[in-house]
């Protein structure tokens, strides 16, 4: 992109609504790059998937059986939730509690996938993520797993990042700190995505979002081409 492109990109809208969905698997850089755009687009951000592993802390420290699903969408329902929705100071609290590193941890990883697949849980989220979304004016970059095709369907923009499997646990170790082993790093990955799968598709690009393969891209690269999707859907309207 052209540097006077992207002085024009905050300008976007302005006034209107602009919401960025940006769904994508583990390790795609999904996070680091939604945030990026919506610090370079003046726009809130919100990490949805950083809600799923609250209400696993919250279900695991509770006492909460993970398999019992009508317990965990209770859960996900009684939880007091404070999420950052600034790409700039990211935290999140449950009852006043910061868990927003505790929820990285390993355990979370491991156990996530019971929440994201318990339908009831998925539906209270979801409508706590719209309630946010509306709470900006709807804009807002919106990441996860099903942002485009069932949390903002209707989304100014939607694309889906994805990157190759050796590319997504790579990065995932360097994330990490190398403090994952192979079979950790899978577990966090493929083995999470197997199992969210189950629940909703966001392997393929449904119709009308944009996909966007990072597998051979740097960050700022990334971030550029994302950027680059968004003026191009906007400026088509």
Request: one cysteine or more; aromatic letters at 4%; proline letters at 3%.
């Amino acid at each position: 992109m052209t540097q006077e492109l992207i002085d024009t990109l905050p300008a976007l809208r302005q006034g209107r609504s602009l919401v960025v969905a940006i769904d994508g698997p583990s390790g795609s850089g999904k996070s680091s790059v939604s945030k990026e755009v919506a610090r370079r687009l003046k726009l809130a951000y919100l990490d949805t998937g950083a809600m799923y592993r609250a209400v696993t802390w919250y279900c695991l420290n509770g006492g909460t059986d993970l398999s019992d699903g009508a317990a965990v969408e209770q859960a996900s329902k009684d939880m007091p939730l404070d999420i950052s929705t600034n790409p700039y100071d990211e935290y999140v609290l449950v009852g006043g509690t910061d868990i927003t590193e505790v929820i990285r941890e390993p355990a979370i990883s491991a156990a996530v996938s019971a929440v994201a697949t318990t339908l009831g849980a998925r539906t209270e989220l979801i409508r706590r993520q719209r309630e946010l979304i509306e709470k900006h004016h709807r804009r807002m970059v919106v990441e996860g797993r099903d942002i485009t095709t069932v949390v903002v369907p209707g989304a100014e923009v939607r694309m889906l990042l994805t990157a190759s499997e050796q590319a997504r646990l790579r990065r995932r170790g360097i994330q990490l700190g190398g403090t994952q082993n192979a079979e950790q790093l899978a577990a966090q990955v493929t083995h999470r995505d197997a199992k969210d799968s189950t629940v909703v598709n966001f392997t393929q690009a449904a119709d009308g979002v944009v996909t966007l393969d990072s597998s051979e891209l740097d960050f700022e690269q990334t971030v550029q081409a994302a950027l680059g999707i968004v003026s191009k859907v906007i400026n088509r309207d």
